[in-house]
Nanobody, 115 residues
Framework: QVQFVESGGGLVQPGGSLRLSCVAS????????MSWYRQRPGKERELVAS????????SYPDSVQGRFIVTRANTKRTLYLQMNSLKPEDAAVYYC????????WGQGTQVTVSS
């Protein structure tokens, strides 16, 4: 079945960086676009980055544009999110999923931004 395993979260100071990883299984990874989402306490899950199946086309909402970079390694079935210049409002649980979204979600990885 479709599965996602996210990792790389942790505690970082404002202005710091983190790199998240997501290993996918149960489908042909290289055939699907992928996305990162986050869910902040009391908020709905929101899209923070998307990448097409080839890795050439990427998109971001204004809230993370210029700070987050999404990449993928199809041979490793892995999606990455490089997060720079982190702000307290970036603190959330981060998830990955394919496009179109699968009903299966991973456990996510917690990102805490605090001094």
């Amino acid at each position: 079945q479709v599965q996602f395993v996210e990792s790389g979260g942790g505690l970082v100071q404002p202005g710091g960086s983190l790199r998240l990883s997501c290993v996918a299984s149960g489908f042909i990874f290289s055939a699907f676009g992928m996305s990162w989402y986050r869910q902040r306490p009391g908020k709905e899950r929101e899209l923070v980055a998307s990448i097409d199946s080839t890795g050439f086309r990427r998109s971001y909402p204004d809230s993370v544009q210029g700070r987050f970079i999404v990449t993928r390694a199809n041979t490793k079935r892995t999606l990455y999110l490089q997060m720079n210049s982190l702000k307290p409002e970036d603190a959330a649980v981060y998830y990955c999923n394919r496009r179109p979204v699968s009903e299966s979600w991973g456990q996510g990885t917690q990102v805490t931004v605090s001094s």
